[in-house]
């Protein structure tokens, strides 16, 4: 499973368990402070209640006066509409249940008075109030249905300190489920919309985290690959640290491994000029005629120069392989860029019997260093002429294609084997010159592929129909 993923399944779950907990603390203690509120205002009631009973007119045996009762009838059959936020009352079922000393029920408000006459001294609002303490009590009238609670709230009714009675205030909490059915929807909703977004925030942040990690990746992928790209943007966090101290430690083994491979190749290059100069050198030592004199003398002068242009080009190659990027660009015009290469080169094609001829593109523009890619091309061009035999053509021309320019050099020379295609690139790696001249040095065409890829571009060399070889420097334009 991917990093990503598992972020994303952590998260979900952390948050998903965590809002159902939340969800359910909040819809069981909303049900708790709902009753918590009617009962602090049945409790105002109640003792409302009893302070008139206390003070009502009467004799001392007459604890409910008749218009308590006419009240009450009253009230039940008033009409009204009382649109409370999502509740419409039409009807008032508060009622009130009043007992003498002993816990005998002497009034009852509700219609036909039900509990008239009932002992009611057990019920622990009264038994409690009875003893001047405070009682309350909440009863089912089916006992596993909690929409049939019904609460209690009981206060004393003293006449000249003493109890003499309890008054009961009861509400059915049929309109507390109403208000708990219309709140609970909306507690659910809001808590899977605020669910949704900390998921939707989470999956944010997976991405965040792990996008710089897969740019590490693919980047680690591509140098393994033998690919040179730039470093990737990692943004401001440790992964960008992580990335640079990868990046140092390729630097550094790379830079080893480079200097040993070179070393090799260099030697091994070295060889054959070094020990034509010692042989020639020995045979100088034993004073040979003069005409040995000049050609041995002539041998080591073009083995000396043969070793300096072999040094030159690998120092050249060795700065374009170190760079990363371009320090210095600049708009190139690719007809005047064509134009300077011919230019260049036409003593050694008419030396050769070679004709150069270039195809300009109108409108073409690249942005680049002019100087690499006048010797990128002036190694293109010049492998041409080198293959190509005498009364030949060699075409140089530009072609512009959807954000690209192409360069190309056409010739009708020998041609690369297709199974040398690949190798053509590799360092001091060359095929036979026509007509058994001295093999090249191998560094151009790897050099031509450096300066491709640090202008964002890319070198290819492939067959021509009927002969000949199409060499392409591919540039963004």
Known sequence: MRLRTRLFVLIFVITGTGMYFLMDWMLTDLRKRYLEAVEETLVDTSNLLASVLENSAGSDTSLVPASLGEGFRSANDRTFEAKIFSLTKTSVDLYVVVT?????????SRPGQPD?????????????????????R????????????????????????????????????SSINVFLGIARPKIVVAGLLAGAGVVLAGWLLSIWLTIPIQRLSRYARSVGEGNRLPFPDLGASEVRDLGRAFEEMRIALEGRKYVEKYVHSLTHELKSPLTAVSAAAEILEEDPPPEVRARFVANIQRESERLRELVDRLLGLASLESRMNLENRSPVDPASLCGEVCRDLSTVAVSRG???????????????????LRQALGNLLLNAVEFSPRGAVVELTIRRSAGQVEFRVLDRGAGVPDW??????????????????????????????????????????????????????????
């Open 116 to 136: 008239l006459g009932e002992d009611h001294s057990q019920w622990r609002d009264v038994y409690l109030s009875l003893r001047g303490k405070y009682g309350a």
């Open 354 to 372: 070679v004709a150069l001829e270039a195809v300009e593109a109108p409108g073409a523009s690249i942005e680049g260093d002019r100087l690499l």
């Open 420 to 477: 040398a295609l690949e190798k053509i690139w590799d360092r001091f790696w060359s095929t036979p010159r026509p007509g058994g001249a001295t093999k090249s040095s191998g560094l151009g065409l790897p050099f031509v592929r450096e300066v491709a890829r640090l202008h964002g571009g890319e070198a290819r060399l492939v067959p021509r129909e009927g002969g000949g070889t199409e060499a392409s420097l591919i540039l963004p334009g």
């Open 138 to 173: 909440a009863t089912r009238r089916v006992s596993d249905d909690p929409n049939t609670s019904t609460m209690h709230v009981a206060a004393p009714i003293r006449r000249r300190g003493v109890v003499r009675g309890v008054v009961v205030v009861a509400k059915p909490c």
């Open 100 to 108: 003498d000393e002993r816990g005998k029920v002497v009034f009852d």
